[in-house]
């Protein structure tokens, strides 16, 4: 198999987890380059549930590399948590096959304490983050004054420096009515959680050259998706990290040209978490869906907006990533609508559009132009093969194909690992 990136096509949530793990089967690697443990990534196998944060979805297979590369913020105490929860479960997880990046940046406590902050300060203007400090630990990355892994540890420096930190960050919390953080507590918190990781820690961009010069195929666990992209997304309601394709080249040391396939993965219909405009949010759709026990956040439990297909967002996202093809997940969740609607473009102040615009503003203020397609009024959930679908389905996936100008290369009947077939 060829070296992979799989990335999220609209708000995240896709069901990348679910894809990575399917063509986990055939790859050798798998690497995250970006997100933290805002990211959720179900997978199931087997009737049995597991859900990743930071620990790449491959992790579930026997024998395969996982690597957390430097573009990831690592939250120590989370991702010693998330390793006990799925030893619990009987994965394996040890130093012969998870691989730290050295050069990954700390989530440390105080960033949770900032992005808890900024959200009060926002009031009704909050992001709706996650509130596991991404936003606070990328900044602190950009402005060079955060603690990369190979940086933190019980050293005199870490100490200092950790101390000046939490000054100016106490200061702040103890405006908004927050606690302050002691420097006690925190080192109490933060050395034993990154003593434990230590044996995992190395300089991953060479495991990832290593493989790939050994022919070995590489897959890149997207985290988020397009429309949380730093640069690309509704911004500012997006996460703080390029989350689209060059993200698994910056975030990993992979070399550029080494990249076969990017695959992006969508959603028969769309949902997002969190706040910012959404052109086909229905609530009426979103009902269904959370009735049905669905849509409800794999990181904070929140319930998803839900809302109807819409191919401006994946055509662009088509572009932006340079997509090959799609996988699109969820096509069950349909299975019952006798009309489905699908958006095909957008009106602005008269103006019809193809793109998304630019501002938030614009965004709120387009009217979807939607097209109307028969439902299948049946449960698909049984089908293994393309030909087990029923007509209207398969003409929904030819339609979302024409509109998006993408080929559709897997599709999610289901959210088992068998559930999937490949187009
Ligand atoms: P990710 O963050 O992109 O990995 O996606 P999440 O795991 O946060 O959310 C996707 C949800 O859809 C999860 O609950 C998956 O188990 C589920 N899922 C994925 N693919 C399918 C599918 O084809 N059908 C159904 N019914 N559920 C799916
Ligand atoms: P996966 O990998 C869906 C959203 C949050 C919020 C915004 C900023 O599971 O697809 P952050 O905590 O990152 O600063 O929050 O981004 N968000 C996600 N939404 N799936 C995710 O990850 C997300 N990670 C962040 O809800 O709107
Ligand atoms: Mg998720």
């Known amino acids: 198999m060829p070296n992979v990136i799989i990335t999220g096509a609209q708000w995240g949530d896709e069901g990348k987890g679910k894809i990575v793990d399917f063509l986990t089967e ?3 690697v798998v690497v995250r380059g970006a997100g933290g443990n805002n ?6 196998q087997g009737g049995q549930k597991y859900v990743l944060h930071l620990i790449p979805s491959g992790i579930l297979w026997k024998d395969k590399t996982c690597v957390i590369g430097n573009g990831v913020v690592m939250d120590p105490m989370g991702l010693n948590a998330e390793i006990d929860k799925l030893r619990g479960q009987n994965v394996i997880i040890n130093e012969a096959n998870l691989f730290i990046s050295d050069r990954a940046h700390i989530v440390m406590p105080y960033h949770r304490g900032l992005d808890q902050r900024r959200e009060i300060l926002l009031a009704a203007k909050k992001i709706g983050t996650t509130g596991r400090g991404i936003g606070p630990a990328y900044a602190d990355k950009i402005e060079r004054r955060g603690f990369r892994f190979i940086d933190a540890g019980d050293t005199p420096v870490f100490r200092e420096r950790l101390e000046e930190r939490l000054d100016e960050c106490n200061g702040l919390f103890t405006a908004v009515g927050l606690p302050k953080l002691e420097i006690a507590q925190v080192l109490d918190e933060v050395l034993p959680a990154i003593a434990r990781l230590v044996p995992f820690r190395t300089n991953t961009s060479m495991i990832v050259h290593d493989a790939i010069t050994a022919g070995k195929s590489l897959l890149f666990e997207g985290a988020q998706g397009t429309y949380l992209d730093i640069d690309h997304g509704t911004y500012p309601f997006v996460t703080s990290s390029n989350t689209t394709a060059g ?3 910056t975030g990993t040391g992979a070399a550029l040209r080494k990249i076969d396939r ?3 993965v969508c959603k028969a219909y769309t949902t997002r978490v969190g706040s910012g405009p959404f052109v086909t949010e229905n609530d009426a759709l979103g009902d269904r869906l959370h009735n049905m026990g669905r849509e409800f956040g794999a990181t904070t439990g929140r319930p998803r907006r839900c809302g109807w297909l819409d191919t401006v967002m994946v055509r662009y996202a ?5 997509l090959d093809d799609l996988a699109v997940t969820n096509l ?3 299975d019952g609508v006798s009309e489905i609607q699908v958006c ?3 009106t602005l102040d008269g103006e019809r559009l193809t793109v998304p615009p630019a501002t938030v503003d614009e965004m709120a203020r387009c009217v979807p132009v939607y097209e109307t397609l028969p439902g299948w009024n049946c449960d698909i959930t049984a089908a293994r093969k393309i030909t087990d679908l029923p007509t209207n389905a398969r003409a929904y996936l030819d339609r979302m194909t024409a509109l998006t100008g993408l080929p559709i290369s897997m599709i999610g009947v289901g959210p088992d690992r068998e559930q999937t077939l490949v187009a």
Do not use: F, P, R, S
């Open 26 to 28: 055939t790859a050798d």
């Open 344 to 346: 095909t473009a957008y």
């Open 332 to 334: 069950d969740g349909l």
């Open 318 to 322: 088509g572009i932006i990533n340079g």
């Open 247 to 249: 993200g698994a080249i």
């Open 262 to 264: 990017v695959v992006g």
């Open 39 to 44: 990211a959720g990534h179900t997978v199931i």
